[in-house]
Nanobody
Framework: QVQLVESGGGSVQAGGSLRLSCAAS????????MGWFRRAPGKVREGVAG????????DYADSVKGRFTISQDNAKNTLYLQMNSLKPEDTAMYYC???????????????????WGQGTQVTVSS
């Protein structure tokens, strides 16, 4: 099983940038897809970005397209989320997730993932 640990969250002003990291340990080669999700207070969990483990095209939520970029460093077993042009509405707890095997669910759907990190808080002030 894969263990995931997020880092890189913090407080930033609107228009600023942050890069989140998700360090994976364990049987990382078995994870088929990786994703970033977020949950803001009082809102449902939202898929932010997803990618096939080892590369390939990425999926993004409409709300972050053009501003966020998901990437991987396979040598370091680390997943990243570069967040630029941050907005107050991006304030949330951000989680990374790993999914195994095939799925009928979108890479932005939490049901495609079974292993989750503990989250890292991102706060964007106006």
């Amino acid at each position: 099983q894969v263990q995931l640990v997020e880092s890189g969250g913090g407080s930033v002003q609107a228009g600023g940038s942050l890069r989140l990291s998700c360090a994976a340990s364990g049987y990382t080669y078995r994870a088929y897809r990786m994703g970033w999700f977020r949950r803001a207070p009082g809102k449902v969990r939202e898929g932010v970005a997803g990618i096939l483990n080892g590369g390939g095209s990425a999926d993004y939520a409409d709300s972050v397209k053009g501003r966020f970029t998901i990437s991987q460093d396979n040598a370091k077993n680390t997943l990243y989320l570069q967040m630029n042009s941050l907005k107050p509405e991006d304030t949330a707890m951000y989680y990374c997730a790993a999914g195994y095997g095939g799925t009928l669910h979108s890479r932005l759907d939490a049901r495609a993932y079974s292993t989750w990190g503990q989250g890292t808080q991102v706060t964007v002030s106006s």
